[in-house]
């Protein structure tokens, strides 16, 4: 079992509607990452988590610690918003253990 | 504010040749990463340097290696290269530390003939 599980693996939308990507994980953490790739392979960080909430714009992230587990949210979703979504996690004093990736694709 | 860069963008290698890969963190920045995403895989940590410093390292053999110089740019070495090394390789900088959040380059993506 990977120590990051992520859900769903691919997700396709319609332009305008809310979308949710899980990630769990079974290990204790001191921080959590939220990245976005896109095709040409460039990563950009969205957020980084060690604890509640955090928005930007569109997005927001939110942790429960106690339930190891972290959801990034995209409001009004566009079709610019299609990209791989990673979760990765940074078991402490270690490095960063990534999640397999949400294939987002929102239709126009 | 410049960010993260790596040389070159795209590189072909034939099996068994060495290849050197180059990242120059954002200013001010003293760690740097490097991370290996094989073609339908996810990203892998390969290594953290820190102040020159080796802090971690992932599962890969020792023919991957690197170092951080005084500039805190950084080179990741590979030898011997083999097929499976074909890959797009990720660079990211942060203040010194896991606690600080990353920021990548465009990354270098290596094909191995």
């Known amino acids: 079992k990977n120590e990051v599980e992520q859900s769903p693996q691919n997700l396709t939308a319609q332009e305008g509607e809310f979308i949710t990507i899980n990630c769990s994980y079974s290990?204790?953490?001191?921080?959590l990452h939220w990245l976005q790739q896109h095709p040409g392979g460039g990563i950009v960080s969205l957020f980084m988590?060690?604890?509640g909430k955090k928005k930007h714009g569109r997005l927001i992230a939110t942790i429960n610690i106690q339930e190891k587990h972290s959801s990034l949210h995209i409001t009004a979703s566009h079709p610019r918003d299609s990209a791989v979504y990673i979760c990765?996690?940074?078991?402490?004093?270690?490095?960063?253990?990534f999640g397999e990736g949400t294939q987002l694709t929102v239709n126009p | 504010e410049a960010g993260v860069t790596q040389s070159p963008t795209h590189l072909i290698k034939t099996r068994g040749q060495q290849v050197t890969l180059r990242c120059s963190p954002i200013?001010?920045?003293?760690?740097v990463y490097w991370y290996q995403q094989a073609l339908g895989l996810g990203l892998q940590f390969l290594l953290w340097?820190?102040?020159?410093?080796?802090?971690n390292r992932g599962n890969f053999p020792p023919r991957f290696s690197g170092r951080q110089f005084p500039n805190y740019s950084s080179e990741l070495n590979v030898n011997a290269l083999e097929l499976e090394d074909s890959a797009l390789y990720l660079c990211?900088?942060?203040?010194?530390?896991?606690?600080?959040?990353?920021?990548f380059g465009p990354g270098t993506r290596l094909t191995v003939t």
């Open positions: 340097y820190d102040e020159g410093e080796e802090r």
């Open positions: 200013s001010g920045h003293t760690s």
């Open positions: 990211a900088s942060s203040f010194n530390g896991l606690s600080y959040e990353q920021y």
């Open positions: 988590l060690s604890s």
């Open positions: 290990v204790g953490i001191s921080a």
């Open positions: 990765a996690v940074v078991p402490s004093g270690s490095r960063l253990t």
